[in-house]
């Protein structure tokens, strides 16, 4: 009966009563067979997964379970509570490895600390599920290999602490999430930090990476030669580059924010490269070096971003055919740069920098908004004086610069107004650490004149 | 010691009854306050659009305002025969330019105390204004500017006849530091070996004390990436306390050099009558 009730598929076992008992049957199992050890602390759970059937549930109580672990056929691996359940693994191979299609592992804390090449998880059957795991890894932490149609979420993959792993160059590191020729999966809800890639996805078509977090690696999302991946309200932070789009073609990239790239000489919110017919829609790059680089790129189309203090709102560099409207500039360090970058369609953007004048009404600008190129092509030039840039000098010869204007990347029309105000900063101290600053100041000046003028009499 | 102390002293108290100074002073709190005016709705926090703005406004309005009160004061003691009148003293050149620097480095941080004082308790008041950090470096970039440009004002006091010189020359210097520089380098390193160029840029960065502040604040507030790969390891440095003890190491090097130059040249017409 107890052998029954284990087995049943489903997820009829739900509940905090179930799960208790699935997990003392499991112990009596173990105890009934000796195979298994009765104690949490070293059972083996490849001998529970060998020996149930497909389509199981099986509950694992709390404790510390040796890996690796290789499932070769459908069925559940739960854990009794989240993060109770510790998968450990010192070898060289995969902590664990799902072969089968439709497996399910939920809630599981895996530490496989080993800088190696091979990765914590491994999954090459499709539709697998795997959610709320921890993985603390020293290589990547879930690979898709050939994984059609299936879905992480809520994953946390952080990279190990251990002073090898520590000693790893952000460069040889391993990614977060790794898709390989694996398509129409869903990565969702997922935290990842330090790894090399959050999110990578090669040769995966029509994955959906929504609302993760990516933080402090090298990208956060990384497509390279996708189709149809659709990237949508993650938050990236402190990362090289909050996403990375290279090669691919219609790729949907959505109320994303990426913030604080800005650390790298190579850092950027959002770049694209050779990427054509992407929809790039009210994503927010905020205090990034630059926030959208786009180079090589055309028919993408640019709308309802909002780029926010960063020291370059935007860069344009051979990117032709490409659309950019309703977009805002605030608090730009230099708005744009752009180099050989003629026949987009660019206008009805907000830029602070722009002085314009409406005439009719409308709310656009008559006088159109021109990026100047004479900065970018100096740098292009001569690398080394990217030294110069916005100094005041630099500004100067910029305003006397006016050649050739009218092939310029150009706002036509440019808005009057910022489409909505910003919001306050959320961690924006209040001001009277400088109000007392500046109190100290104005006092410690004023007694000084007061001396100085009366001591001379 | 106490020659230069004294001088410092008359210096600080004739410095702040000078109308220059107050409408020094007026200008720069006028040019505080509007600053964060055209800003009221932003905050000052690290590398942004509004910051960079005040940077270059100060680069703008500092060099000039002290290269001329500078160069005047030093001037001046020669046309109002003040200068003749303390050679038949037994006061050391030395002392002297030391007590004129001190003092005269007094009244421009006041005055710019003064502005940034106000900026600060506007800022605060409106509910605007800056981040803490921000503040402080800004404080830091103004006060350093002073400091250098009041160094090579001496030569130029030392050097000009009389204020009119001293005025010619502080804005011809004035220019080059500040607007003809972006142009100059250009120009000359357009002409440079590539391999060259970084190192001349280096050397030449060093020579100007404009650049070296801009550049010192542009990498302490966090934006050390902008300026390229080029200069990845020099950024690095600078951020770390390290980074801090070589510009004030520069920089005093910057002002002994400068005040020493005009020492020298002082000492030198003194001793030949």
Redesign the interface.
């Known amino acids: 009966m107890t052998r029954a009730m284990q087995r049943r598929s489903g997820r009829t076992l739900k509940g905090g009563v179930l799960a208790l008992m699935a997990g003392v049957a499991m112990l009596w199992i173990a105890g009934a067979n000796h195979q298994v050890e009765a104690s949490a602390s070293s059972p083996s759970l490849q001998t529970l997964i060998d020996q149930a059937a497909v389509g199981d549930r099986l509950t694992i109580p709390e404790g510390t379970y040796e890996g690796p672990l290789v499932i070769t056929k459908p069925l559940a691996l739960i854990a009794d509570q989240t993060g109770e359940v510790l998968l450990k693994y010192t070898g060289e191979g995969q902590a664990l490895r799902i072969e089968a299609d439709g497996v399910a592992v939920d809630g599981l804390r895996i530490v496989d600390e080993t800088v190696k090449n091979e990765p914590t998880i491994l999954v090459t059957g499709d539709q697998v599920q795997l959610s709320h795991l921890t993985i603390i890894t020293a290589a990547d932490g879930i690979q898709l290999r050939g994984a059609q149609g299936g879905e992480l979420r809520g994953n946390l993959v952080v990279w190990s602490s251990q002073a090898a792993a520590q000693a790893v160059r952000l460069a040889a590191k391993g990614n977060g999430i790794d898709l390989y020729d694996s398509h129409d999966n869903l990565i969702t809800g997922n935290r990842i930090r330090d790894m090399h890639d959050g999110i990578y996805l090669e040769n995966s078509d029509h994955n959906e990476v929504t609302d993760n977090d990516l933080a402090d690696s090298r990208y956060g999302v990384h497509c390279m030669y996708t189709v149809g991946t659709r990237i949508l309200g993650n938050r990236g932070e402190g990362n090289v580059t909050g996403a990375m789009v290279m090669n691919t073609r219609e790729v949907e990239i959505t109320g994303n924010t990426f913030a604080k790239q800005n650390e790298n000489v190579n850092s950027q919110g959002l770049l694209l490269f050779d990427a054509h017919a992407t929809l790039v829609r009210d994503n927010q790059l905020e205090g990034n070096r630059v926030g959208i680089y786009v180079e090589q790129s055309s028919d993408n189309q640019l709308e309802g971003n909002r780029m926010l203090d960063n020291f370059i709102g935007i860069q344009l560099i051979s990117a032709s055919g490409n659309t950019l409207t309703g977009n805002q500039w605030i608090g730009n360090m230099a708005d744009a740069q752009a180099r050989g970058s003629v026949d987009n369609t660019i206008s009805g953007n907000y830029w602070d920098a722009h002085r314009g004048v409406d005439i009719d009404g409308d709310g656009y600008s008559d006088i159109s908004y021109a990026v100047n190129p004479l900065f970018s092509g100096i740098v292009q030039r001569r690398p080394q004086l990217q030294l110069l840039f916005q100094s005041p000098g630099m500004l100067f010869l910029e305003d006397l610069y006016q050649a050739d204007r009218q092939s310029w990347t150009t706002d036509a029309s440019p808005l009057m107004r910022p489409l909505d105000m910003r919001e306050t900063d959320p961690d924006r101290q209040s001001g009277w650490l400088v109000g007392v600053a500046g109190s100290v100041l104005l006092a410690g000046t004023g007694i000084l004149y007061y001396l100085a003028r009366r001591r001379g009499t | 010691m106490s020659h230069t102390l004294q001088i410092a002293l008359r210096e600080?108290?004739m410095?702040?009854?000078n109308p220059w100074a107050y409408s020094f002073m007026a200008l720069f709190a006028l040019f505080m306050l509007s600053l964060l005016l055209i800003q009221s709705?932003?905050?000052v926090?690290?590398?942004?659009?509004?910051t960079?703005t005040m940077l270059?406004l100060i680069?703008?309005l500092l060099p000039l305002m002290t290269l001329m009160l500078g160069s005047f004061s030093l001037t001046g003691e020669r046309e109002d025969g003040n200068w003749e009148l303390l050679s038949s003293y037994p006061v050391r050149t030395w002392s002297w330019i030391a007590g004129k620097y001190g003092g005269l480095a007094?009244v421009l941080l006041?005055i710019i105390?003064?502005g940034?004082?106000?900026?600060?308790?506007?800022?605060?008041?409106t509910?605007?204004?800056?981040?803490?950090q921000t503040?402080?470096l800004l404080l830091v970039f103004a006060g350093s500017l002073a400091l250098l440009f009041l160094a090579v004002s001496l030569v130029v006091g030392t050097l000009a006849r009389n204020r009119w010189q001293a005025l010619t020359m502080a804005v011809a210097i004035w220019f080059f530091a500040?607007?003809?520089?972006?142009?100059l380098?250009?120009a000359v390193?357009?002409l440079l070996p590539?391999l060259w160029?970084?190192p001349a840029?280096t050397a030449l960065?060093l020579l100007n004390p404009a650049?070296l502040t801009?550049?010192f604040v542009v990498v302490k507030l966090?934006?050390g990436?902008?300026?390229?790969?080029?200069?990845?390891a020099w950024v690095r440095w600078i951020r770390q306390p390290a980074g801090t003890l070589g510009f004030a190491a520069v920089s005093a090097l910057w002002i002994v050099l400068s005040a020493g130059a005009s020492a020298w040249f002082w000492e030198r017409r003194r001793s030949r009558g």
């Not at chain 2, 990436?225 to 990845?232: F, K, N, R, T, V």
């Open positions: 600080v108290r410095g702040l009854r709705q932003g905050y926090q690290g590398y942004t659009g509004v960079g270059n680069v703008y007094v006041a105390a003064t940034f004082g106000l900026a600060g308790v506007a800022g605060w008041l509910g605007g204004g800056f981040d803490l503040y402080g500040v607007i003809g520089w972006a142009p380098l250009i390193l357009g590539y160029v970084k840029v960065t650049e801009r550049l966090g934006a990436s902008i300026l390229g790969p080029e200069y990845y």
